[in-house]
């Protein structure tokens, strides 16, 4: 030993187990927190790429201004790259309408959703790209020659010289793209081109966007319409103040914030554990002459050494939890997640690790050497077998005996009840305001409604039943369902008078219908011709029973209320009173129907452009025909990167609170394994020490849960506020069933906490424990 | 009827090379109401014979009969019953339950079978052993020989067959030394109380009913103190 510090790994390896036990809760906390963040890192990368895709990566677009004005903004030091994207005007091409676009080529690889795959790219006014489907529907390839209806109605030669790639928007409308020049634009566009025109702006990086935004509104006297920002991406960078993201931003801080605190409970529980033994040392170190600074210093070396194997080993573990996510998400599906990045690494993740690795563990280790320092040497050293001097006795009349012992030994260490509370509390309350996070998926990003079809067709003429055989016979698809429609019904009721549109489901809407049911139910609808449902709408009078008057073409009839439906999946308007839904054999009593006016149909897989292909060819040419394929697969991958990011963080909640206690109890039994041994010598049987011990440990689970409780459910409702209220006039309720979940899960893991330190306890024999050092 | 037969006790440690004998084919016999002394060499294994015959340990090979019952053949449960109502013990570093005052911690075995404390039985033994005054007081708040007192009474509460006493006095100085073993000994006659003393101190042996000697593991019974 060179000098006093000399002692410490001497010391670590007499005590290899208590110094692998801290070293593997740093290690889990540095593993948690930097999953934590460098998951939330990876979900807003990918909503970047994924805003970026389906957006395009521009910050801010000019509506409306002078081409001066936008030469101006282009020399500017912070813009990176601009330009104009023309759009607004339609043409026509076999029967189907085309939208035009008109850009430069980097404008539109860069600013634009949109993407050129194969050819080049136009570079004369008769030169164009048109979307693959298009080109597929019309058999056309790279070179050929179309002719197009421009908007002043003549007809115009475009060659063509490469693909654009189809875009979601474009196939659920069921139109066409076409991408020429800007000056080829220019040549055809009409004055609805005003509208769609913006001027498209992307900073550099490290560009204050709001101000840079602000400037350009003052210098060019620009009005709030004139300019306007790409909210999403903007949101992502951290830029933006719009309402919603600010709030997002306080919820995200308020998390960190959580997770930090959970981290720092987390050590510092587990370092609390060995104060005792620490504080023998210090105190030991003071006897034999060392000053308090020597103490200082070997406490934090000490710490640091442990720090120094359990960082990186955290990090590599957080490292790997980050990446299984993302591969998970690939596993799901490679296309639809082709956003997710993979295998990159987050430098925050990366940083708050480390910064929650050595600064907390400081902090910990800070608590036991300030300890030292307060008692005297001699009474550190002689050892008193005890973990605070108590001041009061226990109380053993309350209970028996074993259990009275379990809620006193919780109760009268006040560090270690606060530690224990707190890490009980903190999980909670990090549950609850994920919990939020939740409802904020499921109403922000809705996963895709069961009854939602990956291609729907909508005809004012009417669609044939037959034509419904037919199209079920094709091969690759599923469900096909229709429905029929009558817009501006008149109905009268004792409640309400008014219009509605009258809609008919069949038997698998009515089976879906089911889980939109608000009341009532929804079986005597789908046979009978007595009963309707109804849409749910703000200050509806209707009940469930009441009787309703249908005005209908075909003469009167009276029907009963069933049920009140939240939504339903009709294509047209809704009346004064909503929809109401019957079944088929009632529509076709009231109304002299023509055929289905929508029929949405559901393909066996994700279905082929072969299947939509044969859809199409039974179907005549002015039916429009919405392939949502596309369209569906994105809103599913946004639902789903939600999902298990958002599920991910709730499971390592999950892990938090389970390690956290089971950690804290197994130290709080190790400490008492002594007078544990004395117990059982004086006669206390093994079914006595586990209720003792559990005793113990429901006190700090119930006080846990009421304080998780006392401020979980407050920040859960203003989270919710923030959140969700605002934007979708939900209103807050109780999460029961999130906070009854997370409180079984917090006394699960008190049972299994206290297993194993019990059974440890019971093999030890009764000699060897009272023969324990103290 | 002898309250306690230790027949052909043995107790082996460890294997091989290190092997130690700590007890070697030890026998004899306990008649109620004796207060035996335990004397030997550090090492000698007086320890494990108590914890042994206190039903702490396991003999590796050999028999103890208390009250006529075969306690290494009962289960672990009636074991642990068994001995919390038939064996009370006095270690050396007292080993109180810091959280509860005098009173609780002398009643914790009455505690721990569910029992009412009988009111007069414990006023008694305070009195007795002088802790009338410090009975709400807690463990950290007594001198050694006070706890050391504390630690008898909790022994003597449940009125248990035998008591063993580890080196009662090896953490007291004289005079509190001769005031446990003057109690010790007054219980003794007074209850008719069984009680099994390892001590290192030829005085304190010399006041027990009886001396046994443990060398290298074996016993030898050295009869009646000469006086
Ligand atoms: N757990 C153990 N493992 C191995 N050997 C042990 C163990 N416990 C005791 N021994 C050995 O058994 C022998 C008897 O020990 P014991 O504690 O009974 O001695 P003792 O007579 O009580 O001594 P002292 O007067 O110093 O207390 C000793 O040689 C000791 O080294
Ligand atoms: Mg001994």
Redesign the interface.
Known sequence: MKSYLGLIPQYERVHRKNNRISVLCIMLSVCLVMAIFSMADMAMRSQKNYFIKTGGEYHAALHDVEAETAEQVSSRVDVDLSGWVYQGSTGMLSGKAVSFVGANEETLESLTEMDVTDGVYPSLPDEALLNESAMRQLGLSVGDYVTVTVPDGTQKQYRLTGVLADMGSMLKADIWGMTLCEEGFLAIADENAADGTTYRIQFKNGAHIQESIKEIKEQFGLSDGQISENTALLGLMGQSESNIMQALYLIAAILVFLVLIAGTVMISASFHANVLERTKIYGLLRCLGASRKQVKHFVILQGLRQSAKGVPIGLLAGQIVTWAACLLLKSISGDRFSEVPLFEFSIVGILTGIVVGFLIVLLASLSPAKKASRVSPVAAISG???LT??K???N?KLF???TG?GV??AL?GKKNLFLMTCSFAISIMLFLAFQVMVVFLNQGMPALAPSAGDVSITSAMGIEPLVIEEMEAIEGVDLVFGRMEYGGLSVSSDAETGTATLVSYEENQFKWAKEELNEGNTDGVLGGTGDILVSYRDGMQWKVGDAVTLHTPLGDKRVKIAGILSSTNASGEAGSLGYIICSEGLFVESVDAAGYTAVDIQLAGSGSDETVSAIRRLLPADTSIADKRLSNSESQSSYYTGAVFIYGFLLIIALITIFNIFNSMNASVAARTR?YG???????????LYKMIAAEAVTYAALGCVTGCIFGVPLNKMMFQFLIAGKWGTSWQLPAASLLLIVLLCFGSVVLAIIWPIQKIRKL???DT?KLQQ | MNILEVQNLCKTYGKGETEVRALDNVSFSVGKGEFISIVGESGSGKSTLLNVVGALDNPTSGEVLIDGKDIFSMPEKRLTVFRRQNIGFIFQSFNLIPELNVEQNITFPLLLDYQKPDKKYVEELLGILGLKERRKHLPSELSGGQQQRVAIGRALAARPAIIMADEPTGNLDSRNSQEVITLLKSMSAKYRQTILMITHNENHAEEADRVLRMTDGRLKDLGVAAR
Not at chain 1, 678 to 688: D, E, F
């Open positions: 008193s077998s005890q001097q108590n009061r006795a226990a053993t028996h005996v074993e012992m006193f030994h009268s007078q004395v117990m059982r010598s004086i006669g206390m049987g093994t079914g006595q024999s009764i000699v009272i």
